[in-house]
């Protein structure tokens, strides 16, 4: 009988995940079909009819969504493969942690799915959805692995590869799982480890690369962004011209109108006022002048270095939501796609509704905060020596975390949809983290409170920034 009752616990604990994983499933088909379209996901689905890419989105994806057209026009066919992606992903983790003996753990994983704006996020047709879907598969296959088991090793960093080259800093999200995939005996040593760690590196960097020039993307330029936002950036934050020479009387006055720390799009062409200083006019001034923008850039960093690194570290707290006195007033959430020449829409829901209200609702209190996720992992990061080494939470924390910093040299935009890899693995990592604990793990109350100290911290100044003045 003592035996029996464990057993039984565990079938239906399992029997439980498997039915909140499937009704979870279920409601986001019934709430977000066919998918929500916003402008990004427009306009890669018009390269993937035409079979002609561009590199300002990654045409991995056109590409991908040009063969999957035979099942469905629309955003309908790319929707279906996030929601496989990441409900098969939770399945597989919460399987491993049932085969490891931690039914807990296998409840706790399942319920990490429903975090609310993530549960938005993979309802919306973006690469950031398809690739946290990708990633949740291949931690997921890296937990079902036994340790003479290549070809789930191998499938998972497939999976990883294939991320990849969805984002351009997705290699930092990558690193730690493509190098869990690889056999104990790589990683035993110090230097095979390091050699393996700088191996996976070099992968992940070509991968995006590698895919573009075997589609023939057309280059976009789109790696000016990041230049154009930093020179805007160090202008504003030292007030100095940064800018190459431009036709322009004063472009330190001009610039002081257009920064903005949310985001760079005041210098795009989408807006509706967009700056004088625009992406057109220094690309322009760049190749008139005959000078290597990347260059230029670099040279004004170290010119600037104070100015930039404040320009970088205002825009990381704008987006991560940190010391903001208003959510509301950046980026939030789409219900609805965006208008296209297509005429796909999703019809009225109720249900859709109402799980947007309480995603918006969730953007003003902590668990809606990237900020908050990113201080919960790097407070965890001591305790995830209470789990089993075969645990795929291990390097998922590692991998949110990393792809969160990625963000803060990189960054462009306030997104929230930026953060969704890093709210779920780090929602996965600590929720194992707690069973572990729960379960008798031994670690000292000393341990456990300085471990959550960080979250604390930044809880109570998020909170504060919030608060009326």
């Known amino acids: 009988m003592t035996r029996l009752a464990p057993a039984l616990s565990g079938r239906r604990t399992a029997a439980a995940t498997g039915l909140l994983l499937i009704a979870g499933m279920a409601v986001q088909l019934a709430a977000f079909w066919p998918g929500i379209m916003v402008w990004d996901a427009i306009r890669q689905y018009g390269q993937a009819l035409s079979g002609r890419y561009d590199d300002w989105h990654p045409p991995a994806m056109s590409w991908l969504w040009r063969q999957l057209m035979p099942l469905g026009a629309g955003p309908a066919p790319m929707l279906l493969l996030q929601l496989l992606l990441y409900w098969t992903g939770f399945a597989l983790l919460a399987a491993a942690a049932l085969r490891r003996g931690q039914p807990h753990t296998a409840l706790a994983t399942g319920l990490c799915a429903f975090l609310p704006i993530p549960f938005v996020l993979v309802g919306t047709v973006l690469k950031d959805s398809l690739m946290a879907g990708a990633l949740l598969c291949a931690a997921g296959l890296i937990g079902m692995r036994r340790q003479d088991d290549r070809w789930l090793g191998c499938a998972a960093a497939a999976l990883i590869m294939a991320a990849a080259t969805l984002r351009f800093n997705a290699v930092a999200a990558c690193l730690p799982l493509l190098v869990a995939t690889l056999p104990a005996s790589w990683k035993n040593r110090p230097r095979r480890l390091a050699a393996s760690v700088a191996a996976c590196f070099a992968l992940l960097a070509l991968a995006m690369p590698a895919a573009n020039r075997l589609l023939r993307a057309e280059p976009s330029g789109v790696q000016l962004s990041l230049v154009i936002y930093d020179l805007g950036g160090i202008g504003r934050m030292s007030d100095a011209d940064a800018f190459p020479p431009l036709p322009l009387a004063d472009p330190i006055a001009v610039n002081r109108g257009c920064y903005d720390p949310v985001s760079w799009d005041s210098y795009s062409w989408w807006v509706e006022r967009p700056c004088p200083v625009g992406f057109a006019m220094l690309r322009s001034a760049f190749a008139a002048h005959g000078l290597s923008p990347y260059r230029w850039w670099l040279?004004?960093?170290?010119?600037?270095?104070?100015a930039y690194v404040t320009h970088r570290l205002v825009h990381f707290d704008r987006n991560t939501h940190f010391l903001v006195d208003?959510?509301?007033?950046?980026?939030?959430?789409?219900?609805?796609?965006?208008?296209?020449?297509?005429?796909?829409?999703?019809?009225?829901?109720?249900?859709?509704?109402?799980?947007?209200?309480?995603?918006?609702?969730?953007?003003?209190?902590?668990?809606?905060w990237p900020i908050w996720w990113i201080a919960l992992g790097l407070g965890c990061l001591p305790l995830l020596r209470v789990l089993d080494r075969e645990d795929p939470a291990r390097p998922m924390m590692h991998s949110a975390l990393l792809y969160?910093?990625?963000?803060?040299?990189?960054?462009?935009?306030?997104?929230?949809?930026?953060?969704?890899?890093?709210?779920?693995?780090?929602?996965?990592?600590?929720?194992?983290?707690l069973c572990a604990l729960a379960s008798g793990a031994p670690l000292s109350r000393r341990r456990l409170a300085a471990a959550f100290l960080s979250v604390t911290v930044v809880t109570l100044l998020c909170v504060g920034a919030r608060l009326p003045s």
């Open 326 to 368: 208003d959510d509301g007033a950046l980026p939030g959430l789409s219900l609805r796609s965006d208008p296209n020449d297509w005429g796909f829409r999703l019809s009225p829901s109720r249900l859709r509704d109402t799980i947007g209200a309480i995603a918006a609702w969730s953007g003003h209190v902590p668990i809606g």
């Open 299 to 306: 040279a004004q960093i170290l010119v600037h270095p104070f």
């Open 404 to 433: 969160a910093f990625s963000y803060l040299p990189l960054s462009v935009a306030s997104e929230i949809r930026y953060h969704l890899w890093t709210m779920t693995g780090t929602a996965i990592a600590v929720a194992s983290v």
